[in-house]
Nanobody, 125 residues
Framework: QVQLVESGGGLVQAGGSLSLSCVVS????????MGWFRQGPGKEREFVAG????????NYADSVKGRFTISRDNAKNTVLLQMNSLKPEDTAVYYC??????????????????WGQGTQVTVSS
């Protein structure tokens, strides 16, 4: 059974940084496209960042470009999301997701097959 476990969320002041981690078990990470999504209060879940199987293709939502960086370490079955220059509007529950069909990470949540439980990120002004 595939499991995704996120960690690293918390409370941070605007302008600060957080690093989220997603550990994957039950399936070889190197054959999974990985994405990070978030859902803010009263909002729809939205795409944040994605990384292809071999990390050759990275994609980001416009709202986080230049501030967030996604990376993966297949040997450690881990995907990271480094978040810098955080803003109050980044406040959300952040989810890690895995897709075993596509090589390149999709921006659509409906393409993903496995999800973590989420980790809360709160940015105070």
């Amino acid at each position: 059974q595939v499991q995704l476990v996120e960690s690293g969320g918390g409370l941070v002041q605007a302008g600060g940084s957080l690093s989220l981690s997603c550990v994957v078990s039950g399936r070889t990470l190197s054959r999974l496209a990985m994405g990070w999504f978030r859902q803010g209060p009263g909002k729809e879940r939205e795409f944040v960042a994605g990384v292809s199987w071999n990390a050759g293709v990275l994609n980001y939502a416009d709202s986080v470009k230049g501030r967030f960086t996604i990376s993966r370490d297949n040997a450690k079955n881990t995907v990271l999301l480094q978040m810098n220059s955080l803003k109050p509007e980044d406040t959300a529950v952040y989810y890690c997701a895995a897709d075993y069909l596509n090589v390149v990470a999709s921006t659509s949540q409906y393409e993903y097959h496995y999800w973590g439980q989420g980790t809360q990120v709160t940015v105070s002004s």
